[in-house]
């Protein structure tokens, strides 16, 4: 079974400091993929960042990078220089197997980020 | 390309109606997945669908039907709805591929009562 865990339910930011959210996992899949997905308070679900477990380099995408660290089992993102637009529930998702040719994705709980101005 | 879109936007029922959560995609992708979201729970899946005809249970399959006649659409359905259905309901897709990025609609956001 996958598991994803998010520890903070809520984080405060400095606007334009950096902030990290965190995520830990578990599987027993070798191969599997972590997304990070960016929820706003209108409700849709953002695709910010992908990182595949035998990546060797921790993905960034323009603000949002990945901190990954495989032995650890975390996927940790980092929002560079914070913007009032980040204010958001933030997703981890681990894709997993799960059999007959289709993969799944397993979310975390989320973490409520709120930029201060 | 409107990608990934939903009806109802929103709706209340009264407890033990049924209905029909309607989700289309206009990017032929394979798979297609049901989620609902809860406070302080995340997304759970209900039910996925790997292709057309095809259906499977997710991790909170209960009092849920699905059907997949058409590539492009995906139907939830409730048959009796119960108060603990009250949720935000999601609809994904995603090519069939190992990457398996997900394209979710705007949701639904359903209230029984």
């Known amino acids: 079974a996958q598991k994803i865990t998010q520890t903070q339910p809520g984080m405060f930011v400095q606007e334009k400091e950096a902030v990290t959210l965190d995520c830990t996992y578990d599987?027993?899949?070798?191969?599997?993929?972590l997304f990070w997905y960016k929820q706003p308070s209108s409700g849709e679900m953002i695709f910010l960042i992908y990182?595949?477990?035998?990546?060797?380099q921790n993905a960034t995408e323009g603000r949002y990078s990945l901190n990954f660290q495989k032995a650890r089992k975390s996927a940790n993102l980092v929002i560079s220089a914070s913007q009032l637009g980040d204010s958001a529930m933030y997703f981890c998702?681990?894709?997993?197997?799960?059999?007959?040719?289709?993969?799944?994705?397993?979310f975390g709980k989320g973490t409520k980020l709120s930029v201060i101005p | 390309n409107a990608g990934v879109t939903q009806t109802p936007k929103f709706r209340v029922l009264k407890t033990g109606q049924s209905m029909t959560l309607l989700c289309a995609q206009d990017?032929?992708?394979?798979?297609m997945y049901w989620y609902r979201q809860d406070p302080g729970m995340g997304l759970r899946l209900i039910h996925y669908?790997?292709?057309?005809?095809?259906?499977a249970k997710g991790e909170v399959p209960d009092g849920y039907n699905v059907s997949r006649l058409k590539k492009q659409n995906f139907l939830l359905g409730l048959e009796s709805a119960a108060p603990s259905q009250t949720s935000v309901y999601f609809c994904?897709?995603?090519?069939?591929?190992?990457?398996?990025?997900?394209?979710f609609g705007p949701g639904t956001r359903l209230t029984v009562l």
């Open positions: 994904a897709s995603s090519k069939r591929d190992t990457y398996n990025e997900q394209f």
């Open positions: 599987t027993s899949d070798p191969s599997y993929g």
């Open positions: 990182q595949g477990s035998y990546d060797q």
């Open positions: 998702a681990m894709r997993g197997y799960s059999g007959a040719g289709s993969y799944q994705l397993t």
């Open positions: 990017m032929n992708h394979e798979y």
């Open positions: 669908s790997v292709g057309e005809g095809t259906t």
